[in-house]
């Protein structure tokens, strides 16, 4: 029984575990490239779940959605870096007022959201969930969809960063971005394509979660705090880091179950996530700074 | 004498309430080597980073084939065959050897003659032919050197600004170095070399400047430099 | 008239927060963003400790001040030195298992549904029965609370911190312990935050754990970006205007159910608006400074110009060794920075430190002035260890630096600069602050005193009142040497002294370092210009691949070739 139980915990945790992994990637492309705390990234999230639930509504099926969904979070994540973070940028703000700017985007717009949409949760029905079991281990079609898309659109960008020549000025810039400048580097077309490819995962992830859980105006801040503790947990700069965070958040989240009633859920994550900053700052894969 | 290849004029730069560098004036000639010494905070880097666009101009101009580039952006100036090597932190430590010369070419659209130029960096620097599959930061401090000068070639800049090139290099690596300078200068590049190695820097050179205090004092050529036996007195 | 009260009180209450966690967030420069949590949990602790002993609000109310501040103090120290972004990570998470902890102990707190039957407000017996008849008591909490912040932002701890704000390594080269007051201003505000929230509850007589949610933070962040961060009246404006627009909007017809996400629209637009182009707020901190004037003191100006100080008059100059380096080592990754460096420094005396680039000065110097642990060996002052004092407690004992680009503190005036400098001020301390005002009042005219006499004998007394920014580099520079003569260290360290000075002004520079020699002060330059350390230097220590290889008076060393070799490479 205690077994069962262990199993089934084991599977959930690794489902939202890929589904945090692939948040951790969305958030952590734009901070090792742009070093930009982008806490208006939950709202990326929200758009794209509203986006979708509207396209829905309006008769369109699954594939023109998903395209909505997408083309409406890449849009606002390079908006966002244009309109609001350059700007500041050039004035030489500071990471906390680059933060604030941010936080204000979030939460002005999760309330343009409530305005639009009203407060109730929307579902994204266009996927029929069945579910399926394996051994003692329950889930649904929508938790292997979710799955597989995470991994896919995580080895697809790992295929890029590496692959491809966009890819490594990515990497550059992240790597040594004044460097990047000497050598006739625009990097802040760099930075617009790593907004880009974030909002893009954070858009998918919200499509794909939202295909089970319904949206509501707020859900985006969730999204983002995992999307952040993940890549601090595993460590700044590297997105394999961010991969291992989100695995092991989605693993401790679903295990703390086995000691502790749900609703402490969040408190051991932040409690975690408050001791590795105390204990190794760095992260799990982070490279110490001096 | 025919126009200079590049050419500052009474250059001011200052960080904010700071000037460090008084009306300097220098040029360089079409495939000449040229150093520029002097103390250190004398304001050469200054004066590098300020002729390559990383720093605005106070007052003075600076020309590059007769035509003012005071205020051109670095990317321009690195497309138009300026390009500046720094001290440290000159290559991307978590990119491949070979990605870090890859990107170089990237970053120019140069991929047609890539292999080209790739040949011709390898011919200087073969060890980084051998490490290419290596990450940059892994590799030894000279190693990182070549690195970042083969990268600068690979674009093959009409002007080299080359900002202490030795520093933190042993003895031997210094003289390879040295000889590596040498036949990139033959390849038709023009070299301004900052170098607190005055030797070195006056052997390379055909014409040396020194600067002190934010100001050139001096400018000489090899033979003249070489003859004076008061350096203490020009730092 | 009951809502009109009513509102006043819950915006008083906002304006204590605000200007609380302006302390914090302004003041102190700590992205806090758990200051409602704290709202909340001092809020609990003193219903609990009421409710539960039976005691009187007074004593609920002083409960969570302290205890909620030792408790922010507490949890301060570990992550209070770090980078914003980490500071920021590290007060969200708190600020998460806060709330969801208070959610989810319902034994302790009433979870969702809370705790009524608080006790109300009572002090001396006098329990207000409306909101009307609450308002005196709010007049004199947000009294108090204004003038605790008051005193601590405007005095010399004040100072300190708003130094702490330009520049915390200078502060630290000034021999306070930047830490510390980051620390115990994060306690103080912390405390007062708890406060509010033990006068929220009582006056409301219910309290949940919602008014510890974290939007009620980053409303809290917006009220002070709005109103002027490290301005006490701006946190005011800013809190008043945040709570009175959505009161407002409460008058639009039909839009009630808007109104929650309405009032945070605007929040947030505000928040975007101010950040990009009024960043300062609508009450600047530096809210005219720039008209503003200092007017000296006449006195102590006359008594300044008669003579310098006795103790620059008079000290005896003995020629003994004053600080000594034995065998420091130090590296970076396994690159020896600094091998086995031994120095001596005489009273008296200029000693130099020369040699190529990339030979180890800096670190050196940085492990003379504790800003760097040596891996090895140990630094003696008057033949006392001080190897494991920190940067600032060196200051503190008498060693102190000056940094190669100046920073000084841009936007204090001249005078401001100078006293910072001033070392055991009662007025830097809190509890003397607040408690021992006589003496901090009297301290005041005795470093006064000393500011104006240090500040004559680099001569820039007649401005002592101009704002640090305004005057040239070179006079930057001698400021920069006042600064450094008003720690009354002994030893005195100069990084690149005639570094962006220009000509002219050198020989003016390198004549005032000469005559603090003279007079008594041990002293020790890292210097590029050979032409400076040749004509001021009494003794140069020649360094290579972080060894002193050999000392000798400048014109030795020059003669030597096999320096020469090493210096210049030929």
Known sequence: MQLDLVAQLLARGLITGSVYAMLGVSWGIIYNTTRTFHFAHGLVYGMAAYLAVSMAALGAGLFLSLLAALAGSVLMGVLMEQWAYRPMRRKNASQLSIFLTAMGIMVAGQSLIHLFYGPDSRPLKLMHEKVLTLGSMTFTSIDLVAVFTSWAAMILLALFLTRSKAGTMIRAVASNPEKATFIGINTHRIFLLAFALGSFLMGLAAFVSTLEMPATPYVGIQ????????????????LVGAVLGGLALGLLESMVLLVLPAQFKLVVTFAVLFLVIIVRPQGILGEKTS | MAAALLETKNVDVAYQAKQVVFKASLEVQEGEFVSLIGHNGAGKTTLLKTICGFLPLLGGDILYNGRSIARRSTEENVRDGIVFVHQEKSLFPNLTVLENLKIAAYALDLQAELEQRLATVYSLFPILKERGHQLAKTLSGGQQKQVAIGMAILVRPKVLLLDEPTLGLSPNLVHELGRVLREIKEMGTSILLVEQNVGMAINLAERVFVMKTGQIILAASKQEMLARDDLWDLF | MEYLSHTLNLAIIYVALTVSLNLILGFAGIASMSHAAFF????????????????????????????????????????????????????????????????????????????????????????PTSPTAFLPISFLFIFIVYYVCYKVTRSPFGRVLKGIREDASAVTSLGKSVLKFKVLTF?????????????FAHYSQFINPTIGHLDGSVLLIAMVVLGGSANLWGSAVGAFLLIIIPELLTFIPGASNLIVPLRSFIYGLLLILFMRFRPEGLVPEYLGLARKKYRLDPELEAAAKKGETAELAAAPVANEVVLEARGLDKSFGGLKA???????????????????????KTTAFNLITGFLRPDQGSVLLRGREITGLTAHRRAQVGIARSWQDVRIFQHMTVLDNVLLARQSRAGEKLFRLFLAPWTVGRQRRMHHQAAYQYLEVVGLLDKAGEIAKNLSYA???????????????????????????????????????????????????????????????????FMADGKALRQGTAQELMADPQLKEIYFGV
Not at chain 1, 231 to 237: D, E, I, N, Y
């Open chain 3, 187 to 199: 306690m103080v505000g912390c405390g007062l935050a708890a406060a509010a929230g033990s006068l």
């Open chain 3, 475 to 541: 006079e930057q520079k001698l400021l920069a040497v006042a600064r450094l003569l008003a720690t009354e260290a002994n030893v005195l360290l100069f990084d690149e002294p005639s570094s962006g000075v220009d000509p002219n002004w050198v020989q003016s520079l390198m004549g005032l370092i000469r005559r603090l020699a003279r007079r008594g002060k041990t002293i020790c330059i890292v210097e590029h210009n050979l032409e400076v350390v040749k004509e001021i230097s009494d003794l140069v220590y």
């Open chain 3, 40 to 127: 909340c949990i001092g809020g609990y602790v003193s219903v609990l400790v009421t409710m539960h002993w039976g005691l009187n609000f007074a004593v609920g109310l002083a409960a969570a001040t302290v205890l909620t501040g030792i408790f922010g103090g507490v949890l301060a120290g570990p992550f209070i030195k770090i980078k914003d972004e980490y500071v920021i990570l590290f007060t969200l998470a708190f600020q998460m298992i806060s709330f969801h902890l208070m959610l989810s102990l319902y034994n302790i707190t009433g979870g969702d549904s809370g705790i009524f039957g608080v006790p109300p407000v009572n002090i001396f017996g006098f329990t």
């Open chain 3, 338 to 360: 600094v091998d086995n460096f031994s120095l001596e420094l005489r009273q008296g005396q200029i000693t130099a430190l020369v040699g190529p680039n990339g030979c180890g």
């Open chain 1, 223 to 238: 999204a983002l705090l995992m999307s952040f503790i993940t890549v601090f947990l595993g460590g700044v700069g590297s």
